[in-house]
């Protein structure tokens, strides 16, 4: 396919489960795709071999590299920030210095990629942000943290749509529900109690959560802007 052929797109966090299946996916649709990665360089020199797309080492807890590395990329077509971390445990115990580094990467890293990229995006740009339905609904304790992190992305794309919609370009959040990959794997330890929130109850497929990128970065999607596109099984209904 040839759906965004010529389109120039950053996927920040691209080298495993979600990501690396929105990299796969543009990449197939003839996209010219940059990612990147932290913690997995050889999951990202696999996917980069495998797409043609351009890997890069890029912490998404460090803002200024995240800001560089937007910059550097060109002007983009499309934006996506994929890449979060959770932390699970009781509240009382957990260490602060590990909570901020979620919000870093998890709030500010969205954020300051998101307005970076708008600075050169042109006329039809798009932003595309990998929120949780933990953002809508947190059933289960020890999990804060996260689900502030994924309802404060919901305030980013209704903000900053006010921000670009003027020249075209529109920010949406993307809520998965569970979700097979190495943080939530569909034969974990949570995988009944996850099930029992759901009226489809199995875990999601990293390509379902890309198609529905590629739709909102399409030309369908023009209209749509300043919204939360739910993907979970009826997880959070
Ligand atoms: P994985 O842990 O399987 O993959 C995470 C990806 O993000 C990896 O490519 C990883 O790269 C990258 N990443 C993590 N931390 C950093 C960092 N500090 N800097 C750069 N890249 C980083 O997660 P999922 O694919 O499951 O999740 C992807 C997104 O989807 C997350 O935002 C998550 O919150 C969200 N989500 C997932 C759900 C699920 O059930 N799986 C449900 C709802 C939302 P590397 O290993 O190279 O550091």
Redesign the pocket.
């Known amino acids: 396919m040839t759906a965004f052929q010529g389109k120039s797109v950053l996927v920040?966090?691209?080298?495993?489960?979600?990501?690396?299946a929105i990299v796969r996916r543009f990449a197939a649709d003839g996209a010219r795709v940059t990612f990147?990665?932290?913690?997995?360089?050889e999951?990202?020199a696999q996917v980069a071999a495998e797409t043609g797309s351009t890997a890069v080492r890029?912490?998404?807890?460090d803002r200024d590299a995240v800001i560089a590395t937007v910059r550097d990329s060109g002007p983009l077509d499309v934006l996506v920030v994929?890449?979060?971390?959770?932390i699970f445990g009781d509240a009382l115990e957990q260490d602060p210095d590990a909570i901020d580094r979620l919000f870093r990467?998890?709030v500010h890293a969205p954020y300051h990629a998101s307005v970076e990229a708008a600075r050169r995006m042109p006329e039809g740009g798009r932003i595309i942000v990998?929120?949780?339905?933990?953002g809508d609904r947190m059933p289960v304790p020890g999990m804060a943290s996260?689900a502030l992190s994924?309802s404060a992305l919901q305030g980013l794309a209704r903000g900053l749509a006010r921000d670009f919609g003027p020249r075209g370009i529109t920010i949406n959040v993307v809520?998965?529900?569970?979700?097979d990959?190495?943080?939530?794997p569909a034969e974990g330890p949570m995988r009944d109690l996850m099930h029992s929130f759901m009226a489809i109850k199995r875990?999601g497929r990293?390509e379902e959560v890309a198609g529905m990128v590629a739709w909102l970065a399409g030309p369908e999607a023009g209209f749509v802007t300043g919204a939360m596109h739910t993907i979970d099984g009826a997880f959070g209904a």
Do not use: C, E, L, W
């Open positions: 920040i966090g691209g080298s495993r489960g979600i990501g690396a990147t990665y932290a913690g997995s360089p999951a990202a890029t912490d998404s807890a994929n890449s979060g971390i959770a990467i998890n990998i929120g949780s339905v933990n996260y994924k809520q998965p529900g569970p979700i990959t190495d943080a939530n875990h990293p």
